[in-house]
């Protein structure tokens, strides 16, 4: 560990030490290669196979003698080579299908892994339909890259390479008509794909609207219809579909003509055709035996065909590639630094020693605040919107880390405590709700997933939560979305009742009864004072009457503590909280508020 502008700095690795995003099957992948290579070179010689036993036959036609040897060579050859490219492929397929399948697990465990070690904050700023999209969507598009994409790319060149080699070696005229045929497709393809990378990028935006328009629309059909906004809503898909339609229908039309001339191009009857005519011309003029230009015929579809197979292939590996980016991308961000040698908190006081925070490095959030929670007592942060407060709150959750300065709990720097004992000492209600897909009783014993019905009862009671939850179908077997379906402040209760359970010394509360309905508000403060007992709270609240009673008041002004003090005070002062508060009082009832220790409930 050191010391740098008064932040401690603990030692460790940024990003996860983990290699490749193909190290679980690094040594299968080239054997899917290996095996394709033999597939798609044996694959070839049974036309080969043919084209000799033609030769090793053809005398036969003129009463001449059959060189037998030549011939049961070609054909014992063409024979045990398809049975070579038969077991090559299907080998390949196999085991790059079952290298697939442990590929994704293995991506999925790293993610997960990952996930666990990742700052808190980095969830903050993103949906779960970005962890979603890593964790499912980018996982699955490398099924392309390492289940078909290898094998085709081989196919692509290795089939056209050898057949033309071979043509070459046998009469270079007909080699040279196959050779002009593929760099004509090429020049087609090339077309085909101009400006590509700008279009790809359209369509992205392009569909990423549409579907940001369905589920819109389909999530709020029930609120449009109610109050007599379907139509307009309606509308506002369908433009979206629209544009998209007519994007995505200019840019077929732009590439259409030359589409179907390269699809044209490579059908095995136009390159049959190209390559008589060819041949024809030269057996005609005596520059050529009908055996010489055989092999073309035989062999020369299998050149170009495959360019259109890859080309057809190519959104596919397009997406595969994105994907890849992106888990690379994901899996390379920093994670939480790990003590070396983790320390234990002696006590229960928070301190926040010339703390100072920036998200993006540029503007800071949060310059040189002090302040000291001591244990036991109710320290409110208040403060405009913008002023730092609920920024503060998640560095004393160690969400982030300071960019100077340091958080202190029991006399050390969160930073030296090990995660695990950090999040026992420290719980937290937010303002965002956040319940999990399983029984009531799981939702609450969370934090302590042994505790008994007893103890889990008990926190329910604590936080106003039992009666209601005793009304479910089901009681606390009941699974949330389910058969369990809460109101904002009953489900505010719910997660007031999992951190009483936690029972953990600190408590961190964020605007906690910012979604409570007014009927369940005041259960809501009984339940956040029943958990407060006794502990060391930091709440953070825009509902000034809720911590009038606190033990002190910070005041927060563009990321800066400019007043501290209890609320007689700071109301009397002339400050901002006293224009704040006099704000509030004209504008606001003024129901039971959170107290601290020793304060009248």
């Known amino acids: 560990m050191r010391k740098e502008r008064g932040v401690l700095a603990v030692t460790g690795p940024a990003q996860p030490v983990g290699g490749g995003l193909f190290r679980a099957v690094r040594g299968r992948v080239l054997v899917v290669v290996t095996l394709s290579v033999v597939g798609a070179l ?20 003129s009463g001449g003698a059959v060189d037998a040897g030549r011939a049961w060579a070609a054909a014992v050859g063409a024979a045990l080579a398809l049975v070579v490219a038969v077991a090559a492929n299907l080998g390949a397929v196999l085991l790059a299908h079952l290298a697939d399948s442990d590929l994704q697990l293995d991506l999925r465990r790293r993610i997960v892994q990952h996930l666990r070690a990742l700052p808190l904050g980095w969830f903050d700023a993103r949906s779960s339909g970005a962890v979603r999209k890593v964790a499912q969507n980018d996982v699955s598009a490398i099924h392309q890259l390492t289940a078909h994409a290898l094998q085709d790319a081989v196919t692509t060149v290795v089939v056209p390479v050898v057949v033309l080699a071979y043509l070459f070696a046998v009469e270079w005229r007909m080699a040279l008509a196959c050779l002009a045929l593929v760099l004509v497709a090429l020049v087609l393809f090339a077309g085909v794909m101009r400006g590509s990378a700008e279009k790809y990028a359209q369509y992205d935006a392009s569909l990423a609207d ?61 390159v049959l055709a190209v390559l008589g005519a060819v041949g024809t011309w030269l ?12 092999p073309a015929l035989l062999l020369g579809a299998t050149v170009a065909a495959p360019l259109l197979t890859l080309g057809f292939s190519g959104q596919f590996l397009r997406s595969a590639v994105q994907a890849r980016a992106s888990l690379l991308a994901f899996l390379s961000t920093p994670v ?11 006590g229960h006081d928070v301190e926040v020693t010339d703390l100072s925070f920036s998200y993006e490095g540029e503007h800071e959030v949060l310059r040189d605040v002090a302040l000291r929670c001591p244990a036991g007592t109710v320290t409110a942060l208040v403060g405009a919107s913008g002023s730092g407060k609920s920024t503060l709150a998640r560095l004393l959750l160690r969400f982030y880390d300071p960019t100077a300065g340091a958080v202190v709990l029991g006399g050390a720097d969160i930073r030296q405590l090990a995660p695990a004992d950090l999040y026992r000492s420290v719980a937290f209600v937010l303002q965002d709700v956040q319940l999990l897909r399983t029984s009531i009783r799981d939702n609450i014993r969370l934090a302590r997933p042994h505790a008994d019905e007893e103890a889990v009862e008990r926190a329910a009671r604590l936080a106003h939560v039992h009666d209601r939850i005793q009304r479910l179908p089901r009681g606390y077997d009941s699974v949330v979305g389910e058969d369990a379906h809460l109101s904002g402040g009953e489900a505010q209760r719910l997660t007031i009742a999992r951190a009483l359970l936690a029972d953990a010394p600190v408590l961190v509360l964020d605007e906690a009864t910012a979604f409570a309905d007014p009927d369940s508000e005041a259960a809501v403060q009984d339940a956040l004072s029943s958990l407060a007992a006794g502990r060391t709270v930091v709440v953070i609240a825009h509902r000034l ?42 504008e606001a009832p003024a129901p039971a508020p959170l107290a601290g220790p020793g304060v009248a409930r």
């Open 336 to 346: 939480v630094p790990q003590p070396e040698a983790p320390v234990a908190a002696d």
């Open 42 to 61: 044996a694959s070839v010689v049974p036309l080969v196979g043919i084209v000799e036993l033609t030769r090793a036959l053809w005398p036969a036609t």
């Open 210 to 270: 549409l579907n940001a328009a369905s589920v819109e629309y389909v999530h709020g059909i029930a609120v449009v219809r109610a109050f007599g906004q379907a139509g307009r809503s309606h509308r506002r898909f369908g433009e979206v579909a629209t544009r998209f339609a007519a994007f995505y229908g200019q840019w077929s039309r732009e590439t259409a003509g030359l589409m179907a001339l390269l699809e044209v191009l490579t059908s095995p009857v136009v």
């Open 545 to 586: 009457h809720t911590v009038v009673g606190a033990d002190q008041l910070v005041v927060l002004d563009r990321g800066r503590v400019i007043e501290h003090g209890t609320h007689s005070e700071l109301a009397v002062a002339g400050g901002l909280y006293q224009q704040m508060w006099e704000r509030y009082a004209a």
């Open 283 to 294: 057996v005609t003029s005596g520059a050529a035996s009908p055996l010489d230009v055989l």
